[in-house]
């Protein structure tokens, strides 16, 4: 079969790993003195990986196929190998890269300016360094810089055209709703497709295909299941396999009929389990959207005033206040994710089941809240915000606090959902804002 090629292009800055160590604090001073890098950081790497891309466009499958298969984890495992393949199936699309754009390292002139100290708060302390005074940011890792030349992604379907059609509909996911490497929950590693040359399987066209990156101006459009018109159109590709995914499994399970508790997966669905808005605000490139996104969730976070602290804004997390150095046992602030480290040694994060030797290792629990920068029709940009509302944590795992004591703290799905929906609701009027002109 002929290969489709599709014009691509970086919207926003790509930090996508490699084998090459991050720059220390003397090597970031040296490159913004004099531009001089050391010697393991002067070849380029390549920033997109296949590997990489097929790996995200697993996750945004999932979340499509969930309104249709629930908690079934094993039919969703069917379903997955039958778009993506397995040790025992053929995928339904080949993806190949013969052109990568490169990562870099790099100081470009947007971390200069004063309101990129938001987009390196945004990035991170595993991604950045604040510039000097704290006006700006210093990039630590390589990345690929947004707006640079386009790149090939060529793909090649298979027989099965239903779940080629899967596939395209979770790359067209991943470019409207994440991106790759890191920091995609928080508006880095964009994509964009610019065009399309070859065919592509029913019901897609070039036209709907390029409408990822660029959302309509009125608004998202979404259906009573979350689902933007251009993925409602695979409603039927995707009810079909489905179909054979069931064939797959030893229990063939029943048809669903919809959750009736908290999904355990990130899923596309009614306004109770996904929930997503544009900005009120319009933008006139990405890194303002980055830089505005950045300054709003710092005080969405620190809602509380602390006139001795030695930064500005002299604001602090009510957790910091009230539970790290306090008696309350409420941590609403890990509903934005976990772990999160405090200075002193201080780290607040999930821990699973005891194993045979007794220990409990420390775990992980990505954002559900979701923030990214995207084109809308009117060629101004906005940020889109959207949750996946599904269970927090398992019930057999727990958030603790350790540093000079550990106690146990209280974080849960509700949280999630008061403050998904407060930052989502709050961002979508015109003077939605959360910055104070005075501290409280």
């Known amino acids: ?33 004099d531009r001089r890098l050391p010697e393991h950081a002067v070849e380029s790497e390549a920033g997109i990986r296949a590997s990489s891309l097929r790996g995200a466009m697993r996750y945004w499958l999932r979340a499509i196929a969930g309104a249709q298969i629930g908690s079934r984890i094993d039919l969703l495992a069917a379903l997955e190998s039958r778009v993506f393949g397995s040790t025992t199936r053929a995928s339904s699309v080949a993806l190949r890269l013969p052109n990568p754009p490169e990562a870099r390292f790099g100081q470009p002139d947007w971390c200069r300016r004063e309101e990129a100290r938001w987009i390196g708060y945004l990035a991170g302390q595993g991604l950045s360094r604040p510039a000097d005074d ?17 790149f090939n992604l060529q793909l090649r379907f298979g027989q099965d055209k239903d779940a080629a059609a899967l596939a395209v509909a979770a790359l067209w996911s991943l470019c409207r709703y994440g991106g790759l490497g890191a920091r995609t929950r928080r508006g880095f590693g964009g994509l964009h497709i610019a065009a399309v040359e070859g065919d592509l399987p029913a019901p897609w066209t070039p036209e709907m295909l390029c409408s990822a990156a660029v959302v309509p101006s009125e608004g998202l459009q979404l259906d009573e299941h979350g689902w933007s018109p251009e993925l409602a ?15 797959d499994v030893k229990n063939q399970p029943t048809a669903f009929d919809g959750w009736r508790d908290l999904p355990t997966y990130p899923v596309f669905g009614g306004p109770k389990v996904f929930i997503a808005e544009l900005s009120g605000r319009s933008f006139p490139d990405w890194s303002a959207v980055l830089a505005y996104a950045g300054e709003q969730f710092r005080w969405f976070r620190a809602t509380e005033s602390a006139p001795g602290a030695r930064y500005t804004p002299k604001i602090k997390t009510r957790e910091w206040l009230r539970t790290i ?6 941590f609403a602030l890990g509903a934005l994710g976990l772990p999160i480290v405090f200075k002193e040694g201080k780290t607040a994060y999930p821990i699973g089941t005891a194993t045979a030797g007794g220990d409990r290792s420390p775990l992980r629990r990505a954002s559900p809240l979701w923030l990214r920068p995207l084109r809308d029709s009117n060629a101004r940009w906005r940020l889109l915000s959207f949750a996946f509302l599904g269970r927090f944590l398992p019930d057999e795992v727990e958030v603790v606090l350790r540093g000079q004591r550990k106690q146990s703290l209280r974080v849960d799905s509700t949280d999630v959902e008061r403050l998904s929906a407060d930052w989502i609701t709050t961002l979508s009027r015109d003077d939605g804002t959360f910055v104070r002109s005075t501290t409280p």
């Open 325 to 330: 150095n306090g008696d309350d046992h409420e």
């Open 134 to 150: 704290n006006r700006g940011c210093r990039l630590t890792r390589r990345f690929v810089e947004p707006g640079g030349p386009t």
């Open 233 to 247: 159109r695979c409603a039927n590709p995707l009810e079909r396999t489905v179909a054979l995914a069931r064939r």
């Open 1 to 33: 079969m002929a290969w489709t090629t599709l014009s691509m292009q970086v919207t926003t800055p790509l930090f996508n790993g490699g084998h090459q160590p991050p720059l220390s604090d003397t090597e970031v001073e040296r490159l913004e003195a």
